[in-house]
């Protein structure tokens, strides 16, 4: 049974920090891409970072681009997002995503709130 399990959100002031981790299970873990996106009410579905298979390769989106840091350590199967400088506007459920293209294999968490508010 495939599951992604993010965890790690919260409430946190403007300015602050919060790592987001995704712990995977029941699939390959090492030959999947991995992305963070989230969403807010009212909003599409907003991708924010994602990871290469091996970890060596990364990219972002450019509303996080300096602020966030996708990494992933594949021997414990799990996915990370820090999340630094956190503004109101980043406050969202957030979803971790595994993708093998080869397979169209695609698997989503179940999200985790985070909310910037003083």
């Known amino acids: 049974q495939v599951q992604l399990v993010e965890s790690g959100g919260g409430l946190v002031q403007p300015g602050g920090s919060l790592r987001l981790s995704c712990v995977a299970s029941g699939f390959t873990f090492s030959n999947y891409a991995m992305s963070w996106f989230r969403r807010t009410p009212g909003k599409e579905r907003e991708f924010l970072a994602t990871?290469?298979?091996?970890?060596?390769?990364?990219g972002y989106a450019d509303s996080v681009k300096g602020r966030f840091t996708i990494s992933r350590d594949n021997a414990k199967n799990t996915v990370f997002l820090q999340m630094t400088s956190l503004k109101p506007e980043d406050t969202a459920v957030y979803y971790c995503?595994?993708?093998?293209?080869?397979?169209?294999?695609?698997?989503w968490g179940q999200g985790t709130q985070v909310t910037v508010s003083s």
């Open positions: 995503r595994a993708y093998r293209r080869a397979l169209l294999a695609e698997y």
């Open positions: 990871i290469s298979s091996d970890g060596g390769s990364t």
